[in-house]
């Protein structure tokens, strides 16, 4: 299920909130993202952002009020409605979210949404007082309750000098989230979705550790896949940069760290993956002061071994959970990968040869084989760019 966002087609809708100066960005990124994009603004949104500026980042004009009667014998809120695989209002003011929960279709944004039976998503951005107002509230709700996706504003400060909830997401979190509601098969909604990723560092020292290469990619790859298609996702990830929108991230460093969060997490999940590069040794002992140089021409560290964590996951594993390795391996990759499925209470492992050019640590692409502990299920090979694997496994999960 490759290549499914290419294409797409976006309605915008622009209110008149502060926070539209940042859609010109989300406009970048949606064209970036070989989208098309059509935009509507609403009087009081060419307040606070011009139409200029947006039709120059679209390629094409966008849709004015001015339109909504002067368009001659096209009738624009019916021909934008037919066009849209999806619309999203972002910024929607209060008044506008008033509007849409209430079928009042005075505009041409409101009749263009009233007119659409394609999927809706808000971005409520407003002074904290206005979205804990009672009446936006009931208007959310009654919003959700016909199943429109409202995405709730985030903490942080705000443009009217406060600091409170009512920030709307950035340009790329509102992009995920548009291709979130995109996505042609949402089956993993309601499904937890517990992922490790990354590398652990095992410290000698305050300043020193042992490690590997991994960037956490895979891992990440897996989690937005399965977000995407609508599951609740929990990282535990090691010292890494990991895109992290829409997930709970839990911050660990040492192979022991990960097996404590995991062993608290476990109970929760539905699919537990365990893409973490981890530490199969740490030193066998930590000096709390930076080991120093002078003095010494050579230094010998004794190792011990780290916890197999996942063999704990699965000594624990519940009815119904379903547990998937990944096995980093470079030399007969897929028979040691059989091993552990074994050995360790897995029902899947993904088998990754590290030693190619082209998979393994650090790569955007990668190549593996998906091996089930059923020995009905046939082994299933998937390469080429992680995020396209990853849906890959998940179709063969599902
Ligand atoms: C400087 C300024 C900033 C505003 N910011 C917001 C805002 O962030 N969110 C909001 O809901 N309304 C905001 N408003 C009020 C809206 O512009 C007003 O409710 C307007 O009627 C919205 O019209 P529209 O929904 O048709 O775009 C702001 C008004 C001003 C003057």
Redesign the pocket.
């Known amino acids: 299920m490759n290549n499914w966002q290419t294409g797409r087609r976006i309605l915008l809708g ?7 100066y940042k859609i010109p960005a989300l406009v970048r990124l949606i064209k970036k993202a070989d989208c098309e994009v059509e935009i509507i603004l ?4 060419e ?2 952002v011009t139409h200029m500026t947006l039709a120059t980042l679209a390629g094409h004009k966008v849709w004015r009020e001015s339109d909504f009667i002067d368009s001659g014998y096209e009738i624009p809120h019916i021909k934008l409605a037919g066009w849209a695989d999806v619309i999203a209002v972002a ?7 008033a ?1 849409i929960a209430h079928g009042i279709c005075g ?1 041409l ?1 409101t009749s263009t949404i009233t007119a659409s039976s394609r999927e809706l998503i808000i971005f ?4 904290e007082n ?1 979205f804990n107002n009672k009446a936006t509230q009931e208007n959310i709700k009654i919003l959700q309750e016909r199943g429109v996706r409202v995405i709730n504003p985030s903490e942080g400060d ?3 000098g406060v600091s409170g909830k ?1 920030r709307m997401p950035e340009p790329d979190e509102i992009l995920l989230e548009i291709m979130r509601a995109l996505c042609p098969v949402h089956d993993m909604s309601g499904k937890r979705v517990l992922i490790t990723a990354g590398p652990t560092h095992e410290y000698l020292d305050p300043v020193r550790f042992i490690s590997n290469p991994s960037t956490g990619k895979m891992g990440a790859a897996m989690a937005r896949a399965a977000w995407l298609r609508g599951a609740d996702v929990k990282i535990i990830a090691g010292p890494v940069n990991i895109d992290s929108y829409g997930f709970e991230v839990i911050h660990v460093v040492s192979a022991l760290d990960m097996l404590r969060e995991v062993k608290a997490n476990l109970e929760w999940a539905d699919y537990v993956i365990k893409a973490a590069a981890v530490g199969d040794y740490r030193p066998k002992e930590y000096n709390a002061n930076k080991i120093k140089r002078e003095g010494r021409d050579s230094l010998t560290l004794e190792l011990i071994q780290n916890p197999d964590i996942a063999a704990e996951a699965g000594k624990l594993k519940h009815e119904g959970q379903v547990l998937i390795g990944f096995a980093a391996e470079s030399e007969h990759v897929t028979e040691y990968a059989r091993e552990k499925l074994s050995r360790k209470r897995l029902d899947y492992i993904i088998a990754n040869d590290i030693t190619g050019s082209d998979s393994g640590f650090a790569h955007d692409t990668n190549r593996v084989t998906l091996i089930s502990a059923d020995v009905n299920e046939p082994e299933r090979t998937f390469s080429g760019l992680k995020q396209d694997i990853a849906f890959d496994i998940w179709d063969a999960l599902m």
């Open positions: 622009i209110t008149g909130g502060i926070a539209a609403t009087q009081n949104a307040n606070f910024p929607c003011s209060a008044n506008t979210l509007k505009n944004l409520p951005a407003m002074n206005m705000l443009a009217c009512g």
